[in-house]
């Protein structure tokens, strides 16, 4: 899921918006020349390619050199001679990085790839080796940046615009945008919403395509506090990644994931600019869960069958 | 000029002189059967004024009295008690939330009970606030801020009533949810405590704020001092124109005592003493409630409502870290306002038991924060639903209530106390008089009968 960029660069966010806008216009456009066409993705295609020129999210990091090693005086050295990875996960995004009330661990697909990445630095797939920091969504960048955690496992695009302030694994993981209504709704795309409630959470960028279908948007804390909403009736929608969509849905049989995909949302985990030797690393745990099975097996445990073929990694260098 | 300054104290002067001869000329002048005539119309009226004062003077401080004992007092007590249930419901609920599926089933009576403690608290204060309005509409009680406050009272009651059972059907899905393994109860969870936070405990605070201004304003009503000195004043001038009298009488009737006028004397001293003596026992006791009753009650209430929310906070943060630490920070900031620093509520209680123990609790918290946030999660749940955290607030939420209960106590006591001293005051003072009446009419009607 995209987050709008940090406050306190207020010109990169008057870039976005306009951007945004000339998406919108964009987008307005292509729908009053081909009606029933999803003008959506234009307008998505718009808001990402701010630096279309050089910039492609998934082909922006950085190539590892072989299998994960520990290199003496190296960040995962570091790491390992302090005893703990430390993690900046979600708590709320059931299947992906959730506290699971049963076994009061955090959990979840996100959680599962911060492990491997664990178990490549000690040696052993011992719990205590990583200290999870439960972030919200404006604090991944921040929190990355400022090194309070190591890394971030939290539904997270790869976006030319955060590509500035941090770096990016390898993609492990693609969403797309949907929308999430209930099951006797007889809307079949964000546009048949039209006028209506829908919800997404604040610092979400889909909020903004929200508005720019002519819903309604409604913004709250968290994804879990959208299905409150709607099973509340407050509001008739809710629209982001069809990732965290489906741990909605999977938690309320009554509803439905309707639509096409509106946007593509390329997932990393993130790491400091000051790390490179760590991104090579973790690059290179992301390849070999892509070969071993790993992946797959954590994708059918979280996400269910039928399981696709792990996104392949593209490096910019 | 210097003759009109010679001339007009001599013309000035002589004026109340004259005014006074002629006042008194007349009374000397008309024969003595008419001037005990006057005098006995003159001792009726007063002895029928000083009565009516009396027991005007007896029945506002009754009734000022009574009111505390009986509308103020339960209605601040309902207040109270729905304000501490309803913060104890949400610390409950985010405790036994915590335990996972299986909650503590004392954790799940205790949530019940709190729950049933607000709602027939709600319904008391709505059937006294009723009747309040009732007594407001009659007259002589002062029409212009009694009805309002009883219906902004009825609005928060209202509020109470009406979202008290969205609270509770919110908790239920947080529970069911919670008990399927999904993070959807969390939310519940948060949005239940978000409505609890944001419309029912102010709802509660207002009423409670509102209920202790009445019993204060009704408490210095019934302790108030401009009436009585007035009343027992008048009480003093009437004994001395009954001595006044009896020595006129003395003089002209020639017998040294007149009994009527001594029974009308003692009657007015007794009344005097009666109501001089009531009014200091109902104002020492009232006073007494005020500030060994209901001025502690508060404090110890507040604090232990601050320590509930800390307490509910402490689970909540634990149950949904959304990462923003809005409840850590809001436990910090009950942490604050519960001291024991200068100006803090537990300062407030003066309890130094409580102080101690809330600083336990600060450092089990603290400790228990250092667990989350090293990743050990389960030993900081551990901690907040029976270890160090859990004990330490539980003795610092015991210290808390009970000195909620021991002041309470002693309120009711005190305050009964004043009521009851201004019992049978005002007919007390209306027999008085007419006893005193019936004395002086007595004694002159007997001088009289001698002329005939």
């Not at chain 2, 009111?67 to 419901?89: F, G, K, N």
Request: aromatic share 6%.
């Amino acid at each position: 899921m995209n987050a709008r960029p940090r406050p306190g660069v207020p010109w990169r966010r008057a870039l976005l918006v306009v951007l945004a806008a000339s998406g919108l216009a964009l987008g307005a456009a292509a729908a009053a020349a081909a009606p029933g066409q999803p003008p959506v993705v234009h307008a998505a295609r718009a808001v990402s390619a701010p630096a279309a020129g050089t910039c492609d999210p998934t082909a922006s990091s950085l190539r590892p050199y072989g299998p994960p090693q520990v290199t003496s005086g190296s960040f995962m050295a570091k790491v390992r001679a302090r005893g703990y990875l430390i993690a900046g996960v979600d708590q709320n995004t059931y299947r992906f990085g959730f506290l699971n009330p049963l076994s009061g661990q955090i959990e979840g697909f996100d959680i599962d790839m911060i492990r491997a990445v664990a178990n490549a630095i000690f040696g052993n797939s011992d719990p205590k080796t990583v200290h999870f920091k439960a972030i919200s969504d404006a604090q991944r960048i921040p929190s990355v940046t400022s090194g309070a955690v190591d890394i971030v496992a939290h539904t997270m695009t790869i976006t030319c615009d955060r590509l500035k302030d941090i770096d990016f694994s390898s993609v492990y993981f693609n969403a797309a945008q949907k929308v999430l209504v209930l099951k006797n709704s007889s809307a079949t795309s964000l546009d048949d919403l039209h006028g209506q409630k829908v919800c997404a959470t604040s610092g979400s960028d889909s909020l903004d395509r929200i508005k720019a279908h002519q819903a309604v948007p409604v913004a709250v804390a968290g994804w879990t506090d959208c299905l409150v909403l709607l099973q509340q009736g407050s509001v008739t929608a809710i629209s982001t990644d069809d990732s965290i969509l489906d741990g909605l849905a999977a938690q309320d049989p009554w509803t439905k994931i309707i639509g096409k995909p509106l946007t593509s949302e390329p997932y990393g985990l993130a790491i400091s600019k000051q790390h490179p030797e760590f991104v090579r690393f973790v690059n290179a745990v992301l390849q070999q869960l892509r070969t071993d099975g790993q992946w797959k097996a954590s994708y059918a445990h979280w996400l269910g069958n039928p399981v696709p073929p792990p996104p392949q990694a593209k490096y910019a260098g | 000029m210097t003759t009109s300054v010679g001339v007009a104290p001599a013309t000035v002067t002589p004026a109340p002189a004259v005014r006074r001869a002629g006042w008194r000329s007349r009374l000397e002048g008309e024969t003595t059967p008419a001037r005990l005539r006057l005098l006995l119309a003159l001792l009726i009226l007063l002895c029928l004024a000083w009565g009516a004062l009396a027991a005007l003077t007896a029945d506002q401080h009754a009734s000022a009295a009574a009111d505390v004992v009986a509308v103020s007092e339960p209605l601040s007590l309902d207040a109270e008690q729905i304000y501490t249930s309803l913060s104890d419901a949400d610390a409950i609920a985010a405790s036994a939330f915590l335990a996972g599926g299986l909650e503590p089933a004392e954790a799940r009576q205790r949530y019940q009970a709190d729950i049933a403690q607000a709602a027939v608290r709600i319904e008391a204060a709505s059937a006294l606030v009723g009747s309040s309005a009732a007594r407001t509409e009659m007259p002589g009680h002062p029409a212009g801020q009694t009805p309002a406050a009883g219906s902004a009272v009825g609005d928060d009651l209202a509020i109470l009533s009406g979202q008290l059972p969205v609270y509770t059907d919110e908790v239920g899905t947080a529970r069911a949810d919670n008990r399927l393994g999904l993070p959807l109860g969390a939310a519940y969870l948060r949005e239940a405590s978000a409505l609890l936070r944001g419309t029912l405990l102010p709802a509660a605070s207002d009423i409670y704020t509102r209920e202790s201004a009445q019993l204060t304003s009704a408490s210095a009503q019934a302790t108030g001092l401009p009436l009585i000195v007035i009343a027992v004043v008048a009480g003093l001038a009437l004994g001395y124109v009954l001595y006044r009298s009896s020595r006129w009488l003395s003089r002209h009737t020639h017998r040294v005592v007149n009994y009527g006028l001594l029974l009308a004397g003692l009657a007015g001293l007794v009344s005097l003493v009666w109501l001089a003596s009531a009014f200091v026992i109902g104002r020492g006791d009232l006073l007494h409630a005020q500030q060994q009753g209901s001025a502690p009650v508060q404090a110890f209430a507040r604090a232990e409502v601050a320590a509930l929310r800390a307490h509910a906070d402490e689970s909540l943060t634990l149950i949904d870290n959304k990462g923003d630490d809005s409840y850590q920070e809001d436990y910090l900031a009950q942490q604050k306002l519960l001291g024991p620093g200068p100006g803090s509520l537990l300062a407030a209680t003066g309890s130094s038991q409580a102080a101690a123990q809330a600083q336990a609790w600060y450092q089990a918290h603290k400790a228990l924060r250092e667990q989350d946030d090293a990743a050990n999660h389960p030993a900081a749940v551990t901690s907040a639903q029976t270890g160090d955290a859990a004990r330490s607030f539980a003795r610092l939420s015991a210290t808390l209530s009970e000195g909620i209960g021991t002041h309470q106590a002693t309120f009711a006591a005190s305050a009964r106390g004043g009521r009851d001293a201004f019992t049978g005051l005002a007919v007390g003072m209306i027999v008085a008089s007419l006893v005193m009446v019936a004395g002086c009419v007595w004694g002159l009607s007997r001088r009289l009968a001698e002329y005939r």
